[in-house]
């Protein structure tokens, strides 16, 4: 008898990775091989291992990457401020390259000839997992049934259920998808579908309602060695546990909501809700150490490149040879980014009340606007002459070519002149 081909499925138990499991197994043929990647979500994978080998899988692995999520993925984009279209704080992007090569290592241990992924065809996700497994295993096949089989849509696969008692939470009602994390969650499609509706406010999980959060604002300090968070009211903490307490100080506050259209890699527009509380005070909290740290122009230059690095992490190319380079001058300048920011949360907000830095640039005998013994305002007078230096040629030329115009440039003015009257 011919041996059974064997695919490493990325099975969260939810409605799409339930059908699939039936699906290869038993329409296609295939022994199927579940991995589960622990990365914050919870009690979500309660009961899976379980309900993946009664559902047909001949193996079944819950990895725990927690620890390797938040330190190898989620600080390094903390560390540049990665922020996706003003934003996204990338909590789906930044889970993805963990659990691809999860996937290409269950696949070498099982001996599978292919790995399959419940993303869809419009999405982002299905090119996040596959380019990260074939750069880490470039003889690696994938399976996204989305691409091929006959469902067109979450009511056809509900109703697949349905006909092979096949047990899901999804309902036709309720139709919006969810993915958590130890970074965020986020909802998408089905009623949220429309722009203009609001979300339901039973919805989100991480965060309470601003209005309902508490009356008093509360301060948290957090603390930064080389860019890397370490600290939250001066408790030395783990990768993990510091991220799972500053998820529940924001959300005890409402901080973190955002609710926006974004541009998918496929070119798709799409509209997602996400929760974000610990990535949001990180996010402000390391902004605030390092502007009292980073040289103004290594600032610039790191600044201009965070959209470039974003959009990597966002495409999915976060096992590519630019990747590589960039995260490595991330690092490289967030040497001596150490101290505390002070961070007040009150009914949704997140605002900066205070910095230090061992290592600051910030002097106040320099900026004090009272008298000092080490700035010579003077000088300023040569530097501004010599920076509108430019400005006055330019000005001088243009005012020349108007006043004395050569006759082409005349023959031109008179053209567009003309065509702007007509």
């Known amino acids: ?21 039936h699906w290869l197994r038993y329409e296609q043929g295939y022994d199927v091989v579940c991995l589960t990647a622990d990365v914050g979500q919870g009690e979500e994978l309660s009961g899976l291992r379980e309900k993946a080998m009664s559902s047909g899988a001949c193996g079944s692995h819950i990895v725990d990457l927690r620890e390797t999520f938040v330190r190898d993925y989620v600080f390094p984009a903390v560390m540049a401020n990665a922020v996706y279209e003003g934003y996204y704080l990338l909590g789906t992007s930044l889970a993805r390259p963990p659990i691809a090569k999860a996937m290409v290592e269950c ?35 994938v399976i996204a049934p989305w691409r091929t089989w006959k469902y067109k849509s979450r009511t056809d696969l509900i109703e697949y259920c349905r006909q092979h008692d096949i047990p899901i939470t999804a309902t036709a009602e309720k139709p919006y998808s969810t993915d958590r994390n130890l970074l965020h ?8 579908e429309d722009p203009w509706r609001a979300p339901p406010a039973d919805m989100f999980r991480l965060t309470v309602d601003p209005r309902h959060a508490p009356d008093e604002p509360e301060e948290v300090e957090i603390g930064f060695v080389d860019g890397i968070p370490v600290s939250v009211n001066g408790e030395v903490l783990g990768p993990v546990a510091l991220l799972e307490k500053c998820n529940a100080l924001g959300g005890k506050h409402g901080v973190g909501r955002v609710d926006i259209v974004e541009n998918r890699y496929v070119g798709i527009k799409s ?15 390391h902004r605030a150490v390092e502007s009292l740290v980073l040289d103004r122009e290594v600032m610039s230059m790191r600044d201009g490149l965070v959209p ?14 630019e990747m590589t380079h960039l995260t490595s001058f991330m690092r490289s300048i967030q040497q001596g980014v150490s101290g505390v920011a002070r961070l007040q949360l ?9 910095r230090k830095a061992r290592n600051s640039l910030y002097n106040p005998e320099y900026s004090t606007f009272e008298a000092d013994r080490v700035y ?20 001088y030329r243009d005012q020349a070519m108007l ?14 002149r003309k065509s702007y009257i007509e």
């Open 308 to 321: 470039q690095y974003t959009r990597m992490i966002y495409n999915g190319y976060w096992f590519s040879p």
């Open 376 to 395: 010579n305002q003077a000088d300023a007078d040569g530097f501004i002459k010599l920076n509108a230096l430019r400005l006055k040629l330019s000005t």
């Open 346 to 354: 009150y009914k949704g907000g997140c605002n900066v009340t205070g």
């Open 185 to 192: 969650i986020s909802f998408e499609g089905g009623i949220l």
């Open 1 to 21: 008898m011919t041996e059974r081909k064997k695919v490493v499925l990325a099975y969260s138990g939810g409605l799409d990775t339930s059908v699939m499991l």
């Open 107 to 141: 696949a070498i241990q099982e001996g599978a000839f292919a790995i399959s992924h419940g993303s869809t065809g419009k999405g982002n996700d299905q090119v996040r997992f596959e380019l990260g497994a074939y750069a880490l295993k470039p003889d690696i096949q």
């Open 271 to 285: 509209r997602g809700v996400y929760e974000t509380p610990g990535g949001t005070l990180l996010y402000h909290a």
């Open 403 to 416: 006043a004395h115009p050569t006759p082409a440039v005349a023959e031109e003015v008179a053209e567009l």
